[in-house]
T-cell receptor, first 115, second 112 residues
Framework: NAGVMQNPRHLVRRRGQEARLRCSPM?????VYWYRQLPEEGLKFMVY????????ESGMPKERFSAEFPKEGPSILRIQQVVRGDSAAYFC?????????????FGPGTRLLVL | AQSVTQLGSHVSVSEGALVLLRCNYS??????LFWYVQYPNQGLQLLLK??????LVKGINGFEAEFKKSETSFHLTKPSAHMSDAAEYFC??????????FGAGTRLTVKP
């Protein structure tokens, strides 16, 4: 059973370009979470999605950032008009649906560098 | 809102010595608590989690953590450190399925 897949693993963008980060959850998982990790800091929650629905986006910056989890295909975190401050590691996690606390399994992350 | 505080951003131990990484939580209701480990340039791997079934939780790689409600703590321990334990360790708290809050992390160094 493959784990959470993220691609690309490394992404370099110039200021003003767009960054698209992809996340394929584990088989059987329908919940996806995105986190951002700045250098020397812990993970900060960004958004929680289920198939075709954004459940909680309270951690998402108000502008330039968006996320989706379509019925088919991976979840996408999109950053428009990137700035240097967007440079960070972005982690995706997935979990099974459930009524109790389900463990979140993390992908290897995408390291974004904005030049 | 819930939160965690990890005491000590860097901890250094000798190989074979006790490992103790501290985590204190703040929560208005009984929380779920987690410890994750992150090796360089990798994602987070779950070490163990507390879900109220037992206060002493055993995880992978010989780690364990004890939930102490009176001290609002969930410290991570391992009796004997191994060189391969060198990594970043994150404590996390959650009240429900989607709102997980992480500590700032503790970097563990193991000296030969």
């Amino acid at each position: 059973n493959a784990g959470v897949m993220q691609n690309p693993r490394h992404l370099v963008r110039r200021r003003g370009q767009e960054a698209r980060l992809r996340c394929s959850p584990m088989k059987g998982h329908s919940h996806v979470y995105w986190y951002r990790q700045l250098p020397e800091e812990g993970l900060k929650f960004m958004v929680y999605l289920q198939k075709e629905n954004i459940i909680d986006e309270s951690g998402m910056p108000k502008e330039r950032f968006s996320a989706e989890f379509p019925k088919e295909g991976p979840s996408i975190l999109r950053i428009q008009q990137v700035v240097r401050g967007d440079s960070a590691a972005y982690f995706c996690a997935s979990s099974r649906p459930g009524t109790t606390q389900e463990t979140q399994y993390f992908g290897p992350g995408t390291r974004l560098l904005v030049l | 809102a819930q939160s965690v505080t990890q005491l000590g951003s860097h901890v250094s131990v000798s190989e074979g010595a006790l490992v103790l990484l501290r985590c204190n939580y703040s929560s208005s209701v009984p929380p779920y608590l987690f410890w994750y480990v992150q090796y360089p340039n990798q994602g987070l791997q779950l070490l163990l989690k507390y879900t109220s079934a037992a206060t002493l939780v055993k995880g992978i790689n010989g780690f364990e953590a004890e939930f102490k409600k009176s001290e609002t703590s969930f410290h991570l321990t391992k009796p004997s450190a191994h060189m391969s334990d060198a990594a970043e360790y994150f404590c996390a708290v959650s009240l429900n399925n989607n709102d997980m809050r992480f500590g700032a992390g503790t970097r563990l160094t193991v000296k030969p």
